[in-house]
């Protein structure tokens, strides 16, 4: 397995590392956390290389270890830490999901009344949406089928050109902290139909 990280990406991550309490601990986790039409969604974050397992992979090219979980790795293979053209830390990635769901997927009604689902549906409710709708946005359950909650975005997120921000920093994050037994949160809204498409037809 493959995974680069330029030398640009690099210094920002030491900078950002060097803020943090304890520096000289921390490695640079990056995790696939879901999928955001044909995307992955990631979380970036900061914890102690000593939470590593074996099975997960540690790069030491820098100062500050890099840290791909092992549910990760297959879907990173390939991909590179590297700056967008403002700076910000990016992710460049080859893969994709193997399957980008629809947003008219029919789980069937138990989908959306087993237990996992009754309490993402809770977090939704008392934690998301309050959040967003001050934004004129709203996340709404699709349903949940083994490890995996699909969830679809409308109002002012349908489109929104932060989406997959929303949904990796905001939505997979609060979802999985209340419902651990949730690997996995999918959004299956159809973005390109919003008011300000995030996705868009590669120009023929």
Not at 75 to 104: C, F, Q, R
Request: aromatic share 4%; proline share 5%; glycine share 8%.
């Amino acid at each position: 397995m493959s995974f680069s990280v330029s030398e640009s990406a690099q210094k920002v991550v030491d900078e950002a590392r060097r803020s943090e309490a304890d520096p000289d601990t921390l490695g640079l986790w990056i995790e696939v956390v879901g999928a955001s039409g044909e995307s992955y969604t990631y979380d970036v974050y900061f914890q102690e290389t000593k939470h590593a397992s074996l099975d997960d992979l540690v790069i030491r090219d820098g100062d500050t270890p890099i840290v791909i979980p092992n549910n990760s790795i297959d879907a990173l293979s390939g991909a590179k830490l590297d700056l967008d053209d403002e700076g910000g830390l990016v992710i460049v990635n080859p893969n994709s999901p193997s399957v980008a769901p629809k947003v008219d997927l029919d789980f069937g009604p138990e989908a959306l009344t087993n237990e996992l689902a009754l309490r993402v549906s809770a977090v939704l409710a008392d934690e998301i949406n309050p959040s967003i709708a001050a934004h004129g946005g709203r996340a709404d359950l699709v349903g949940v089928v083994e490890d995996t909650a699909y969830v679809v975005m409308g109002g002012g997120c349908q489109g929104c050109g932060l989406a997959a921000v929303t949904l990796s920093q905001g939505i997979t994050v609060a979802i999985r902290e209340a419902v651990p037994e949730i690997k996995q949160v999918v959004d299956v809204t159809d973005h390109a139909s919003g008011s300000n498409p995030f996705y868009q037809e590669a120009k023929k």
